[in-house]
T-cell receptor
Framework: AQSVTQLGSHVSVSEGALVLLRCNYS??????LFWYVQYPNQGLQLLLK??????LVKGINGFEAEFKKSETSFHLTKPSAHMSDAAEYFC????????????FGAGTRLFVKA | DAGVTQSPTHLIKTRGQQVTLRCSPK?????VSWYQQALGQGPQFIFQ???????QRGNFPDRFSGHQFPNYSSELNVNALLLGDSALYLC????????????FGEGSRLTVL
């Protein structure tokens, strides 16, 4: 069975500062990894995904994440935070078990201070 | 190109009642997954439908059931509602072999009084 752990339920950064949201996963088979963002009262939107190939993945809005198999991590970063980045971020892992099943972490709420 | 649409957007029920939530997947998608998101929590996997059959199920009781229609749309039914069923119910669609990348609707917010 797969699982996802997001370290820190809340992260606060100043506008222009580095954003780092941490995610560790557990999976018995090679996983596909995702980051989604959720704005208030909305569904989830895909930020980026790792399936195969390059371990550094670039997504929308300047976010990127690096897949580190040895550390079972998939941390999300952005060099410079913007006020519009304030939202809830979810890390997710998907494995094939007769169909792809996607499991989400508990989420990290990002606050951006002016 | 319409994305994932869900209805209703909000509803209020009382304990013991039954509720049906509806979802139309994104054009070209054949698989529908349902998630429950309690306030301040991550989405919890309820079940997944493909070819009109439940293919996978999460740790939810039999009070939660579903259906998929030939046009790939889906319903989520919850019987004997409990206060703890209050949550945002999210529908997500995908291609069955498409790495698990999900496209979400905006959800149906259920309040049980």
């Amino acid at each position: 069975a797969q699982s996802v752990t997001q370290l820190g339920s809340h992260v606060s950064v100043s506008e222009g500062a580095l954003v780092l949201l941490r995610c560790n996963y557990s999976s018995s088979v090679p996983p596909y990894l995702f980051w989604y963002v959720q704005y208030p009262n909305q569904g989830l939107q895909l930020l980026l995904k790792y399936t195969t190939g390059a371990t550094l993945v670039k997504g929308i809005n300047g976010f990127e994440a690096e897949f580190k198999k040895s550390e079972t991590s998939f941390h999300l970063t952005k060099p410079s935070a913007h006020m519009s980045d304030a939202a809830e971020y979810f890390c997710a892992v998907s494995v094939y078990t007769g169909g792809f099943k996607t499991i989400f972490g508990a989420g990290t709420r990002l606050f951006v201070k002016a | 190109d319409a994305g994932v649409t869900q209805s209703p957007t909000h509803l209020i029920k009382t304990r013991g009642q039954q509720v049906t939530l509806r979802c139309s997947p994104k054009s070209g998608h054949d698989t529908v997954s349902w998630y429950q998101q309690a306030l301040g929590q991550g989405p919890q996997f309820i079940f997944q439908y493909y070819e009109e059959e439940e293919r996978q199920r999460g740790n939810f009781p039999d009070r939660f059931s579903g259906h998929q229609f030939p046009n790939y749309s889906s319903e989520l039914n919850v019987n004997a509602l409990l206060l703890g069923d209050s949550a945002l119910y999210l529908c997500a669609s995908s291609g069955f072999q498409n790495t698990g990348e999900l496209f979400f609707g905006e959800g149906s917010r259920l309040t049980v009084l």
